[in-house]
């Protein structure tokens, strides 16, 4: 049962231009989300995270939106870099009671020069 | 400085053996979890403590077994190895229950 999806396993963007990836979650109980960054042979790095009772949330060149009755949310990079490149987990969870994170199954994102 | 660590990084050993992951966190945190990345990438939690104590235990054959020492550290001792064992397995530390989480490096486990 896939409460969380990524349904695009990769994105190609060329450098300096915009980076949209998507996620779709299933379980309306959820009500805080996370992106991770993974490279290569490490762990998800934490990106940003927003709260149901935003629609958006910006840290310099990541924002995350938020469509509660859509069940959406999607990160923007923008502008993007080379080191952007990575695998990006999008992960919900529900405040009430202890916190599990239901993770996506991530989306490769390739930035070319 | 590493924040969360694991050990061993690779692990390949054969069916039927029983293997340890250890984890270890120097960021002060009171909340660790484990998770395992499958064939297919998902990460799905397995098991948190909080302060010690466990908060979430997963559906996870009881051949997997956690084990927190202290608030540092959080192990993970498998019993019996199976085929279906193989995966990425994660450790990861939060503040709180509700906080982000800072993940470790990854243990690649191989059974064969």
């Known amino acids: 049962d896939q409460q969380v999806k990524q349904n695009s396993p990769s994105l190609s963007v060329q450098e300096g231009r915009i980076s949209i990836l998507n996620c779709d979650y299933t379980?309306?109980?959820?009500?805080?989300f996370l992106w991770y960054k993974k490279y290569p042979a490490e762990g998800p790095t934490f990106l940003i995270s927003i709260s149901s009772i935003k629609d958006k949330n910006e840290d310099g060149r990541f924002t995350v939106f938020l469509n509660k009755s859509a069940k959406h949310l999607s990160l923007h990079i923008v502008p993007s870099q080379p080191g952007d490149s990575a695998v990006y987990f999008c992960?919900?969870?529900?405040?009430?009671?202890?916190?599990?994170?239901?993770f996506g199954q991530g989306t490769r994102l390739t930035i070319n020069p | 400085d590493t924040a969360v660590s694991q050990t061993p990084k690779y692990l390949v050993t054969q069916m039927g053996n029983d293997k340890s992951i250890k984890c270890e966190q120097n960021l002060g945190h009171d909340t660790m979890y484990w998770y395992k990345q499958d064939s297919k990438k998902f990460l799905k939690i397995m098991f948190s403590?909080?302060?010690?104590?466990?908060?979430i235990n997963e559906t996870v054959p009881n051949r997997f077994s956690p084990k927190s020492p202290d608030k540092a550290h959080l192990n993970l001792h498998i019993n019996s190895l199976e085929l279906g064992d193989s995966a990425v397995y994660f450790c990861a530390s939060a503040q709180g229950p509700w906080n982000e989480q800072y993940f470790g490096p990854g243990t690649r486990l191989t059974v064969t």
């Open positions: 379980n309306s109980m959820f009500d805080y």
């Open positions: 403590y909080n302060n010690k104590e466990l908060i």
């Open positions: 992960a919900a969870s529900a405040l009430q009671g202890a916190q599990k994170l239901v």
